[in-house]
């Protein structure tokens, strides 16, 4: 996935979505559990705001659910009522129509109030990319109508669609973009694939998520590849130990970048650690 993003890029973006947000009730942010504050678009509250925002924490497959409520405790507390979901099975998805639903009562009582009919309803959803926008519609709708795969920015033209007979939805995902205000966040954003992997070193990603594992869930890298007395090694010392585990020679020239691929690989399909990148504040 190469996607960049350029000031005119985002100025498209922001315009497209603060369009489509005058014609829903409710917003739906899809972000991935395994960064829930770096997958976040911390501008789109304004763009949306008074309206409600769900924030789909999705991938929940991938994280600790223990922690991953933690995370869920700290965005209810700044009104922004998350839900945790796994898009690829539909594991969630009643807790958000219900959610939906919940946020749309006080909306459809003021339409009574003005002496309006009540209709459904209307949703849209935005993420940044990779996170799982185009699955989340497929799951919420049953059948495939959004496209999926790593390719953001493909679906045109707008349509509604109707969920379970009771919520209008937007089929075309607005596409936020990733902000990488600090390089870790870059790290994390390219370990999770929401950056194009040209825009990183895989080596440098690689090793950062050897590190987080270390530091987050040690004993995951002596189940999976047998490395004993992890906290003692850094992060070289593993990649190492991974390029012997897996007979990937360091001196065919390409140094550890089919190890570190391998790595980000396992990684991302939640075969190594199932952790969090992202950090609270201690006792939150
Ligand atoms: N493990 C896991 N993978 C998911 C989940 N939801 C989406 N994915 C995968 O994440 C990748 C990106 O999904 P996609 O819907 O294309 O993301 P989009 O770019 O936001 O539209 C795909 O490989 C999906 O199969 C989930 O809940 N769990
Ligand atoms: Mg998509």
Redesign the pocket.
């Known amino acids: 996935m190469a996607y960049n993003w350029y000031p005119g890029h985002m100025v498209k973006a922001r315009r497209e979505i603060s369009e489509n947000v005058k014609l829903v009730d409710i917003v739906v942010e899809?972000t991935d559990a395994r960064a829930p504050q770096s997958t976040r678009n911390l501008e789109l509250e304004d763009l949306v705001a008074p309206k409600p925002i769900i924030v789909v924490l999705?991938?929940?497959?991938?994280v600790n659910p223990r922690e991953l409520d933690v995370w869920a405790k700290l965005l209810a507390q700044e009104g922004l009522n998350p839900v945790s979901?796994?898009?690829?099975?539909g594991e969630g998805k009643k807790s958000v129509i219900q959610t939906v639903e919940k946020l749309f009562r006080p909306i459809a009582q003021d339409m009574k109030n003005r002496q309006r009919r009540v209709r459904p309803p209307r949703i849209m959803v935005v993420?940044?990319?990779?996170?799982?926008?185009?699955?989340?519609i497929?799951s919420l709708v049953g059948k495939k109508t959004?496209?999926?795969?790593?390719q953001?920015g493909v679906t045109r033209g707008k349509q509604w669609v109707r969920v379970e007979g009771k919520i209008d939805l937007l089929d075309t995902?607005g596409l936020m973009w990733p902000r990488v205000s600090v390089p870790e966040q870059g790290l994390k954003l390219a370990a999770l694939?929401v950056l194009g992997p040209k825009a990183y070193s895989e080596e440098e990603v690689a090793r950062y998520v050897l590190r987080r594992v270390r530091e987050i869930e040690p004993q995951a890298l002596e189940s999976r590849y047998g490395i004993k007395d992890v906290p003692s090694l850094d992060e070289n010392q593993i990649l190492e130990f991974i390029a012997c585990f897996r007979g990937f020679s360091e001196n065919d020239g390409t140094g550890f970048q089919k190890t570190a691929r391998f790595v980000l690989g396992e990684f991302r399909?939640?075969r190594i650690a199932r952790i969090i990148l992202d950090e609270h504040e201690p006792g939150t």
Request: no cysteine; charged share 20%.
């Open positions: 899809v999705n991938k929940k497959d991938l979901m796994v898009a690829t099975s993420g940044i990319p990779n996170v799982g926008k185009s699955t989340f497929n959004a496209r999926t795969g790593s953001p995902p694939g399909r939640g």
